[in-house]
Structure formats: C-alpha cells, structure tokens
C-alpha cells in the first residue's frame, strides 16, 4: 500500500508579531494561504521507519540527522500506541528554510499520509495537538487550507480567499530565523482585529492588505539586502498588485491580477536572476 500526500508551500501575506512570551515563543497574527507549489511525501508499509530525499533541494536537507518529517512519524507512533513503520520518500521542491514552511508543510503531510497508511482512528484535534507540538506553523499546514493564524501559530481560523496568481522568488541566500527575531525592533503587534468571513474579491483582499505589513520583513533585509532588491523587482511587474516577503524570509511573493502576467513575471526575473527560484502559481 503507498499514499502520497501533496505539501503546498505556505504563504504569510502579513504577519505581525508581539512581545516575546514566557515560553518563548512570540505571539503573531497572520493570514496564511496556500498555493499549488510544493513538495511531495509518499508513504509505504515497511517494518521500520526510513526516510528517502530526492528532487532539487534534497541536498539542502542531507546533513539533518533528525528530520521533521521522522519526529512527525514517531510522535503519531507514539499517540497511537503502535509499532508499525512506513518507507517515507520526500521529493523536495521548495527551497529549504525559506519562510514558506517548507518543512512544516512536509511534517503535515507525513502525519495525513500515515494517519492513512497505518489506518489510524485518531482525532482531528489529537492530530492538531501532535502537530502544535512539533512547530508552531504545522498545525495551519495540516488542512493547507487559508486561515487566520493566532497564538503562536496553533489558533486556526478558516477564511476564504481569492485564487490570485501568486509569484514565489527566493533569491538563494540564508535568512537565519533565530537572528531575524533578535534584531526585530518595530513590531504592530497582535491586537489589530480581524475581518471573518472572507474575501469576496481581489480588491477586498488587497484593501485589508493595505493596513498590514509582514513585521519580520525590515530586519530580514538588513541581514540579507538581496531580499529588498527582490522586492523592487517584484514590485515593478507590470500586473503586480502587492509584493511582500513571507515568513522570516527570504522567500518573496507579489499577488497578479491575471495568469499570463504572472506568467511572464517569471519568466523575465528568471532570465535575469538564472541563480533564483522563480515558482509561478495559484493561491489554492
């Protein structure tokens, strides 16, 4: 028996961040959505786990002696209460620690996959709780589905958004997480009340976007300036209409109001930039 489970990249199209917590963690506000880039997992029945990499960003992943996607295999072992194990081929398509939550979106997709594969009858929110453990971008990866992320990442409210093109750059270079929160100064925090119910067009969705901002964005940048001329170029599009960076970087993205310009973005920084990854796409 094999399963396989997609595992879109993540996108934060604002992300405000508060005061450090007692335990650590920072509490955020954030729109997550999801696009049809990603990376691919696929399960078998096997007596021991095992974990294969492949495709482009394999590499970036080779020297992990404890992956994500393995700890998200034996804590679901462990709730279960079970001692059966799976072959895990990962196929890496997203950059590797990019700000699109490429390995919480692969860790998710391992828990769908062998939640499956073992036939296991386990809660949503026991599955939720595994996954809030393991990182705090995980759990809003499980469903991969547009929401609200509260909390430290674990408060989840579903919204609905447009399916606006989407341009995804990363310029090739390593934002570390850890010294993007220890340089961030200017922060709105997470008291800005959110919109329920949805977008009802791309126009509603950019008139919120307007009034937020993705606060780790300033000191990824002065870390990585390559990230500010990203964000020119993206800018610059003829058909972009918002360009920011997700996450902690040093990922970008600039929303299209049609396909064919998003299209021949791509193509253009492509050829200028042949050293970037360059994913045209969809929200999902």
């Not at 405000?16 to 650590?24: F, L, M, P, S, T």
């Not at 970036?60 to 895990?88: P, Q, T």
């Not at 300033?218 to 993206?234: F, K, S």
Request: proline share 6%; with cysteine; charged share 20%.
């Amino acid at each position: 028996m094999s399963i396989t489970e997609r595992a879109p990249a993540k996108v934060n199209l604002f992300l405000h961040v508060g005061e450090r917590r007692a335990d650590g963690f920072h509490p955020l506000q954030s729109l997550a959505v999801f696009t049809g880039a990603g990376d691919e997992l696929r399960a078998e029945a096997a007596p021991a786990l095992s974990l294969t990499l492949e495709g482009p960003f394999a590499k970036g992943l080779a020297a992990e002696s404890d992956n994500l996607v393995l700890r998200a295999a034996r804590a679901l072992a462990a709730k279960a209460g079970i001692l059966f194990g799976a072959a895990l081929t990962l196929s890496k398509h997203l950059p590797v620690a990019s700000g699109i939550g490429g390995g919480s979106a692969d860790a998710a997709a391992a828990l769908r996959a062998l939640k499956k594969l073992w036939r296991l009858e386990i809660e949503d929110a026991a599955l939720l709780d595994i996954a809030a453990a393991l990182g705090s971008d995980i759990p809003v990866c499980l469903p991969s589905a547009s929401a609200y992320m509260e909390g430290r990442g674990e408060i989840l409210t579903p919204v609905a958004v447009p399916r606006l093109p989407i341009l995804l750059v990363n310029p090739s270079v390593a934002v570390p997480t850890r010294e993007v929160f220890a340089t961030l100064k200017d922060r709105c925090g997470t008291g800005m009340a959110l919109p329920r119910g949805g977008f009802a067009d791309a126009a509603a969705l950019l008139a919120f976007l307007a009034a937020t901002r993705n606060d780790l964005e300033a000191p990824a940048r002065a870390l990585q300036p390559a990230i500010g001329g990203v964000l020119e170029m993206l800018a610059a599009l003829p058909g972009a209409l918002l360009a920011r960076m997700s996450g902690s970087g040093a990922t970008c993205f600039a929303l299209f109001a049609d396909e064919a310009s998003c299209a021949r973005g791509a193509l253009a920084l492509q050829a200028a930039n042949p050293g970037w990854w360059v994913e045209p796409s969809l929200i999902r």
